[in-house]
T-cell receptor
Framework: SQQGEEDPQALSIQEGENATMNCSYK?????LQWYRQNSGRGLVHLIL?????REKHSGRLRVTLDTSKKSSSLLITASRAADTASYFC?????????????FGKGTLLTVNP | DAGVIQSPRHEVTEMGQEVTLRCKPI?????LFWYRQTMMRGLELLIY????????DSGMPEDRFSAKMPNASFSTLKIQPSEPRDSAVYFC????????????FGPGTRLTVL
């Protein structure tokens, strides 16, 4: 079964605007990660947030985690055309292996110049 | 480091043929993962290894799929016989124990079974 579900499935914005993507999951987790995938390429790790953290920043990225709602959001500020990609959340399961990740189906972000 | 290396990048084969996908993880990484990505099912974990030992193969779809890791620098995913529904992009990823499972992905192999 799908652990992480991203919302929206697709998002189109203008360069310079902020982009917000959401992820919901079903079971308790140790960590939640966000990855980016450019068309035709492999996934690239962006940021990891632990279950005892509520917010984390990395450059133009801001991730929040609400374990009570089993949800996370990824905010990309001041978007650029190069941010055009699919974004995936990935969760482990607190009852199982930290190393077994379940990925959502992703949000396709298009940033128009 | 060159990152995770996968070969071939593209494979086109006919139904019933054997397909072997190859992966070289990042040196020093002790975990290796095989994933399959399709539009319908998204990214699915097929199997993962720790120190060359298969830990969880519950995602392997059926007996036609097999994976090996004979040493720390090489793994294969074999499909025999292949079927059109196996068409997908197959990714290999690696990580190391202390990284909280930040995974490094290869570029993938796009498999088309006719």
């Amino acid at each position: 079964s799908q652990q992480g579900e991203e919302d929206p499935q697709a998002l189109s914005i203008q360069e310079g605007e902020n982009a917000t993507m959401n992820c919901s999951y079903k079971t308790s987790i140790n960590n939640l990660q966000w990855y980016r995938q450019n068309s035709g390429r492999g996934l690239v790790h962006l940021i990891l947030i632990r279950s005892n953290e509520r917010e984390k920043h990395s450059g133009r990225l801001r991730v929040t985690l609400d374990t009570s709602k089993k949800s996370s959001s990824l905010l990309i500020t001041a978007s650029r055309a190069a941010d055009t990609a699919s974004y995936f959340c990935a969760t482990d399961s607190s009852g199982g292996s930290n190393y077994k990740l379940t990925f959502g189906k992703g949000t396709l972000l298009t940033v128009n110049p | 480091d060159a990152g995770v290396i996968q070969s071939p990048r593209h494979e086109v084969t006919e139904m019933g043929q054997e397909v072997t996908l190859r992966c070289k993880p990042i040196s020093g990484h002790d975990y290796l993962f095989w994933y399959r990505q399709t539009m319908m099912r998204g990214l699915e974990l097929l199997i993962y290894f720790n120190n060359n030992v298969p830990i969880d193969d519950s995602g392997m779809p059926e007996d036609r799929f097999s994976a090996k890791m004979p040493n720390a620098s090489f793994s294969t995913l074999k499909i025999q016989p292949s079927e059109p529904r196996d068409s997908a992009v197959y990714f290999c990823a690696s990580s190391w124990t202390s990284s909280y499972n930040e995974q490094f992905f290869g570029p993938g192999t796009r498999l088309t079974v006719l």
